[in-house]
Structures are given as structure tokens and as C-alpha cells.
């Protein structure tokens, strides 16, 4: 298969709608979405990400108008986040309707739904004229993608159109919300920070991914954001026996002289440029690298949550 390039929504949006699969810019990561009705374009995407089937994916939206092909209901908790936070980095997850595919929902009686923000993404969700389910736009367990340049590294000749964009903004993926129960369940932590929810839900609270609700967002699961070199967390008292063979990221600066180091100049953009850097660390053949722990709170805290799971770390 001939992966085609091109910077014109309308004519990504073609592929959709002929039942391809297509990478495309978001605000949070790059996704790979497919027709939400269309069940064999679904599986195109498990396939091409060697994606297990039981992990959900998200349904992303053009407009207000489409939750209501997808969800059942809208719950009064989802609909006050709505109204503050769509567009942008949020998932629901909401009581799926039942025309909606079991391969979508990983066979849940739910479904995420997410609008970007992303003025690309908008305006390809628009072109294609229905809901588009999209996970990441990586190799399933590879560092997600931040750059078109990063999925054509991944999906080359497995997908047929990459749509390409600026890089990310945000460069993690949405924060997951359950919307389902009797409070707000946060399933994965994101750019929309606990701090920022718990504002329009008091009673908000983060799920214990160890418990079966934390099933009903994808990223939860599995290793998830892995490169090939060791990720190692450390920090400040900690003492590094191999920097000139190893990388570093963090926002502190470290005495030693790593072969590959990369000092943020925020904890915003450490979250930006962590799987970039994860990823070009893999390029240079980089064994190990040091990931400087975030403070959990705001977006470190989402931050901490990837830097974890990359380092194979299955407990807080």
C-alpha cells in the first residue's frame, strides 16, 4: 500500500469516506481515524496499529450536533464540561447508542467523545460528515506521534493517507472522563487537569487503574509510549553512573554531560516534547534515558502518568 501525503483536509477526508484510514493532526497527538459506521474501516485501524481488539478508541466530532449520533445520553455532568471545555483536550466517555460498532467500544456498552480544537482537525472532521473514531497514530505501544514525520516513521504503507499539519500543540493525548456513574471518574489524565474539573465538579476524582472502569479509556491497559532505549525516572539526590552513553529530559539542569540532553523550559513543554524526544532518542540508538519526575499536579501530573508507563512502571 502507497501511503499518500498531502495538506488538504478535503482531500484526506476523501479516504474517509471511501472507507480508508487516516492520520491526522490534533491539538493533543495525531490520530488515525476511520468512519465510525464503517466496521471494516475500523478494523484497517487495529490492524495497521496492531492494536489489541479490547482496548476502546474515541470518537472524534466536527460539531455539537454529532454527540447525539454517538451517546445515548448526555448526562448533566457531561453536558457543564461541554460546555466549558469542547473544543479541546477532553474525552467523555457517555452511554454509546446502539448502532454505534462493539469493535469501536471494545465490545463496552460506552463510547468516548472527543471535538479538537485543532482548526486542521476541525476542518477535516467537517469534510468527512461523520463521526471519526482515532487512537494514536503509532504502532500500538510505541511513543505516540507529535509530527506527521513521527507516523509516516510508524504507519508508512499501512495506511492509505497521512494528513499533514503542524506539530502538536500539546503533545499528550486527552484527558478521559466517565461520565457514566454518579460522579465524574477521571480514567486518564490529560492536559485538562483534575484542578480544572473539579472547578466545574467538585466531587471529581481520579479511578484507580487497577479497577475495571479504567477499561472504558484506551491508554490504561497496556505498556503504553515505549521506545526501544530503557526509560529510567530520577531525581534531583539521584546519581547517574552512564550520562555520556545516556539522554536526559527534564526542566532542572544536571551537572553530568549526557551524549543527548534536553532541559524544558516548563513543565508544559517537557509534556510538548517528551515523545519527540523519546523517539529521536531511538534514532541515535540511545539505550537509556533519564526522565526528570514531574511535581503531580496540573499537567505533571498527566506528565508523571506517561513518564510510568514508558518506564514499564505499573503502580504510582
Given at each position: ?14 479516504y474517509i469516506k471511501n ?54 445520553e448526555i448526562p448533566e ?81 499501512r495506511i492509505e493517507c ?155
Open positions: 500500500m502507497k501511503t499518500e501525503l498531502t495538506d488538504n483536509p478535503i482531500v484526506a477526508a476523501e472507507g480508508g484510514v487516516v492520520a491526522f493532526p490534533t491539538e493533543t497527538v495525531y490520530g488515525l481515524g476511520a468512519d465510525i459506521f464503517n466496521r471494516t474501516a475500523i478494523g484497517k485501524v487495529f490492524t495497521a496499529k496492531g492494536r489489541p481488539p479490547d482496548n476502546p478508541l474515541i470518537a472524534h466530532i466536527a460539531d455539537y450536533s454529532q454527540i447525539n449520533l454517538l451517546a445515548e455532568m457531561a453536558r457543564k464540561l461541554i460546555a466549558v471545555f469542547f473544543p479541546g483536550p477532553l474525552t467523555l466517555v457517555l452511554p454509546k447508542r446502539e448502532e454505534i460498532s462493539m469493535l469501536a467500544s471494545a465490545g463496552m456498552p460506552t463510547i468516548g467523545v472527543r471535538m479538537p480544537s485543532d482548526p486542521t482537525a476541525r476542518e477535516f472532521l467537517s469534510a468527512c460528515g461523520v463521526p471519526v473514531v482515532a487512537p494514536s497514530a503509532n504502532l500500538s505501544g510505541r511513543p505516540s506521534p507529535t509530527s506527521w514525520r513521527a507516523v509516516l516513521e510508524d504507519l508508512d504503507g497521512i494528513l499533514r499539519g503542524p506539530d502538536t500543540k500539546i503533545g499528550l493525548e486527552s484527558t478521559v472522563v466517565d461520565c457514566t456513574g454518579k460522579r465524574a471518574l477521571i480514567l486518564r489524565q490529560g492536559a485538562v487537569t483534575l484542578e480544572e474539573i473539579q472547578k466545574i465538579l467538585p466531587d471529581a476524582v481520579i479511578a484507580d487503574s487497577s479497577q475495571p472502569e479504567a477499561a472504558r479509556s484506551p491508554g490504561t491497559k497496556y505498556r503504553h509510549y515505549a521506545p526501544h532505549a530503557k526509560v529510567v525516572l530520577t531525581g534531583p539526590g539521584d546519581v547517574i553512573a552512564d550520562p555520556g552513553s545516556s539522554a536526559y529530559i527534564g526542566t532542572e539542569v544536571r551537572p553530568e554531560a549526557f551524549r543527548l540532553a534536553l532541559v524544558c523550559s516548563s513543565v508544559d513543554e517537557y509534556a510538548a516534547r517528551f515523545f519527540e524526544f523519546l523517539r529521536e532518542c531511538d534514532r541515535r540508538g540511545i539505550a537509556t534515558i533519564y526522565c526528570q519526575k514531574p511535581a503531580k499536579e496540573g499537567i505533571g501530573r498527566a506528565l508523571f502518568d506517561r513518564l510510568r508507563r514508558s518506564a514499564g512502571i505499573t503502580d504510582g
